[in-house]
């Protein structure tokens, strides 16, 4: 039986393996444990608006990425009852931005996740809050 840890941790890479939408915006899985994921990625061009800027959704896909790995690092099957973000400054073209999630409640099947977007000198970004559902079944089999 693996530990907390290493149960996150292959939940995590099996996840890693069919999510396309975090590889499709350059983001990286940089560390993930029980309740908790940090998930990375460097503002690209093609991920700025109209304004220059980070685009608001962009910022919203990498908190919800980290959100997701930590709500299933349990290797329970979990996905997204509704989230919200609050967007605090710009992310520019350049930036390298980390979404750290981490968990605030779980009971039952419901879970409650904090997800914080900071850029590289420490400014916070956004503030994100996911609700989660666990829906039965498991990431990967364990026996």
């Given at each position: 039986?693996?530990?907390?840890?290493?149960?996150a941790e292959r939940a995590a890479a099996t996840m890693w393996a069919a999510d396309h939408a975090s590889k499709w915006a350059e983001?990286?899985?940089a560390e993930v444990d029980e309740g908790t994921a940090t998930v990375e990625m460097t503002v690209r061009p093609h991920h700025c608006n109209g304004h220059g800027i980070c685009h608001g959704g962009v910022i919203f896909l990498l908190a919800d990425?980290?959100?997701?790995?930590a709500c299933n690092s349990r290797n329970q099957s979990t996905v997204a009852q509704h989230n919200m973000i609050s967007y605090i400054a710009p992310g520019r073209e350049g930036d390298r931005l980390?979404?750290?999630?981490?968990e605030v409640n779980l009971s039952g099947r419901n879970g409650i996740?904090?997800?914080?977007?900071?850029r590289q000198d420490?400014?916070?970004i956004a503030q994100f809050r996911g609700m989660s559902r666990a829906?039965?079944?498991?990431v990967f089999?364990?026996?």
């Open positions: 039986m693996p530990d907390a840890k290493q149960r983001m990286k899985l990425s980290a959100f997701a790995y980390k979404a750290v999630a981490r996740y904090d997800v914080t977007v900071t420490g400014t916070v829906i039965g079944g498991h089999p364990e026996s």
